[in-house]
């Protein structure tokens, strides 16, 4: 069983930057990738970008290549998302997810562990 808990939202004007922590409980969290995904109200969760468990490669969107960068730190149990040059059309709840598979997964189904997602808004 792994918990995770999202911080660091809030709001910021466009152009500026954002970084998400999340903390994962338990002693395993290394044998997971995480990803980060976003839902904005009335739209479906999208994903955002992932990170592997031990590499630690790294896949985006397109919609935040270049902008949002992922990391983890394994012995503080945590993942980032570092988020710069932000857009209004970036504001959503933010969730953080862990998923015991080794290949690269974007969509939610294959994630088996969610935090409860921390709000970001950007505002123009």
């Known amino acids: 069983q792994v918990q995770l808990v999202e911080s660091g939202g809030g709001l910021v004007q466009a152009g500026g930057s954002l970084r998400l922590s999340c903390a994962a409980s338990?002693?395993?969290?290394?044998?997971?990738?995480m990803a980060w995904f976003r839902q904005a109200p009335g739209k479906e969760r999208e994903f955002v970008g992932t990170?592997?468990?031990?590499?630690?490669?790294?896949s985006y969107a397109d919609s935040v290549k270049g902008r949002f960068t992922i990391s983890r730190d394994n012995a503080k149990n945590t993942v980032y998302l570092q988020m710069n040059s932000l857009k209004p059309e970036d504001t959503a709840v933010y969730y953080c997810?862990?998923?015991?598979?080794?290949?690269?997964?974007?969509?939610?189904?294959?994630?088996?562990?969610w935090g409860q997602g921390t709000q970001v808004t950007v505002s123009s």
């Open positions: 997810a862990a998923s015991r598979s080794i290949v690269v997964r974007t969509t939610p189904e294959w994630y088996d562990y």
């Open positions: 338990g002693r395993t969290f290394s044998t997971y990738a």
């Open positions: 990170i592997s468990r031990s590499v630690g490669s790294t």
